[in-house]
């Protein structure tokens, strides 16, 4: 795992080592992102947003100043994570939830 801290309420971080059969059930990725943005109190929008591509998916969850973003790498076998949170709320609740369902190494 690599971060990034782009600032207060920022957190932009990249998991490794993740199977790759997690990061191609987007159903699971979303419950994931509702997971986190629950935990971080995310007031969302409604339910995540899910692009497929041919080299992976991302899933969104927008919400009130604020957004939850994952972008999956299976064939590389890690997502990059991207958090950010109102008044510079702090984000690690977030990735802890993230890190937890998607099988990642803290």
Do not use: K, N, W
Request: aromatic residues 0%.
């Amino acid at each position: 795992m690599s971060t990034t801290p782009p600032g207060p309420g920022h957190l932009l971080t990249e998991l490794t080592d993740l199977p790759a059969t997690r990061l191609t059930d987007t159903a699971a990725l979303s419950a994931a992102v509702i997971a986190a943005g629950a935990a971080l109190g995310l007031s969302a929008y409604g339910t995540p947003i899910i692009r497929e591509g041919p080299m992976g998916s991302a899933v969104a969850l927008l919400g009130h100043r604020g957004h939850l973003v994952l972008h999956a790498d299976p064939a590389a076998g890690r997502c990059l994570v991207d958090i950010l949170l109102p008044g510079g709320a702090s984000p690690d609740r977030g990735i802890e939830v993230m890190i937890r369902r998607l099988g990642a190494r803290p």
